[in-house]
């Protein structure tokens, strides 16, 4: 069946550093998303991004959607202890379908 | 305005017995989807509810069932429960169901099976 696959499936990283975690379809999306969940919270919404080649930032946040639609990257830059939680992408294939998640990425920062 | 909110927020059953989890969207959101979470497998897609009517099914056993009522609410029940559904539950409203909506989650029922 249709999956998302999204890796790495953790990373550790020194304060201060960059991260990214990558997300890939086997078909095209129609969008996809991105959840932040910190430890022993529930998912919650960051960007929506539904353009071929689209880059979206928040703040210190990057997010692009592959030019396919098939792939999408979330890049933190100078990653903070409040940064700490796991990051997943979902997408759709198309308005009839489910919301589909990724594995999801747990991020780990040392102070 | 008032999340998504889940009940019971914890419970803990034994082997062969059934469960009910409960879900109240946010006021004016008619789409309810569930999710079950475990270490091992992410976030697995349960059910997808709109208008009372369900939308898409995700690959679980015939034990796995749902349904909406006419104010959007949703329960899922569980039945002769085994240990490996021991897992937190959430649930995710959002206005419409499809693409281009943004999905509400509960904090989770954390099902305990022993």
């Known amino acids: 069946g249709q999956q998302v696959m999204q890796i790495p499936q953790y990373q550790h990283v020194q304060e201060g550093e960059d991260f990214t975690t990558y997300c890939n379809s086997s078909?095209?999306?129609?969008?996809i998303q991105w959840y932040k969940q910190r430890p022993g919270g529930h998912p919650v919404f960051l960007i929506q991004l539904v353009k071929s080649g689209e880059v979206k930032k928040q703040k210190r946040l990057t997010f692009q959607f592959g030019e396919a639609k098939k792939n999408s990257s979330l890049h933190i830059t100078a990653t903070q202890t409040t940064d700490v939680g796991t990051y997943f992408c979902?997408?759709?294939?198309?308005?009839?379908?489910?919301?589909?998640f990724g594995g999801g990425t747990r991020l780990m920062v040392k102070p | 305005k008032a999340g998504v909110t889940q009940t019971p927020r914890y419970l803990i059953k034994t082997r062969g017995q059934q469960v009910t989890l409960s879900c109240s969207p946010i006021s004016g959101h008619r789409s309810v989807s569930w999710y079950q979470q475990t270490p091992g497998q992410g976030l697995q897609f349960l059910f997808e509810y709109f208008s009372e009517t369900q939308r898409n099914k995700g690959n679980f056993p015939g034990r796995f069932s749902g349904r909406q009522f006419s104010n959007s609410r949703s329960e899922m029940n569980v039945s002769t429960l085994e240990l490996g559904d021991s897992a937190l539950y959430l649930c995710?409203?959002?206005?419409?169901?499809?693409?281009?909506?943004?999905?509400?989650f509960g904090q989770g029922t954390r099902l305990t099976v022993v």
């Open positions: 078909t095209t999306l129609s969008n």
């Open positions: 979902a997408g759709h294939w198309n308005a009839g379908n489910m919301l589909t």
């Open positions: 995710a409203s959002s206005f419409y169901p499809g693409a281009n909506t943004e999905a509400f």
